[in-house]
Nanobody, 128 residues
């Protein structure tokens, strides 16, 4: 049984930083891509960043603009999203997902429907 648990959200002032964590179990962690998505109030889900199983390939949404870094520690079955220079428009519920198909090295899935297993979400609120 696959389980994904994300955490690390909170309230931060604009310009501040947060680090989100996501632990996944139940499948060989290094085989699958991990992605971070977010959903702001009244908006659709959107991808934030993704990383391949071995951490070779990463993808960032345009709005990240170099402020966020996705990484993973396969020995700990954990993926991280370091978020710096946070803006009020980054306020959203952030979800971690594990890809449906293996993406060990090259390429990462960018669509929400390419991920099957999800964390419960963690709220990020950035005050101005």
């Amino acid at each position: 049984q696959v389980q994904v648990v994300d955490s690390g959200g909170g309230l931060v002032q604009a310009g501040g930083s947060l680090r989100l964590s996501c632990v996944a179990s139940g499948r060989t962690f290094s085989t699958y891509a991990m992605g971070w998505f977010r959903q702001a109030p009244g908006k659709d889900h959107e991808i934030v960043a993704a990383i391949s199983g071995e951490g070779i390939t990463t993808y960032y949404a345009d709005f990240v603009e170099g402020r966020f870094t996705i990484s993973r520690d396969n020995a700990k079955n954990t993926t991280y999203l370091q978020m710096n220079s946070l803006k009020p428009e980054d306020t959203a519920v952030y979800y971690c997902g594990q890809s449906t198909l293996p993406y060990p090295v090259l390429g990462v899935p960018r669509s929400r429907n390419q991920y099957t297993y999800w964390g419960q979400g963690t709220q990020v609120t950035v005050s101005s």
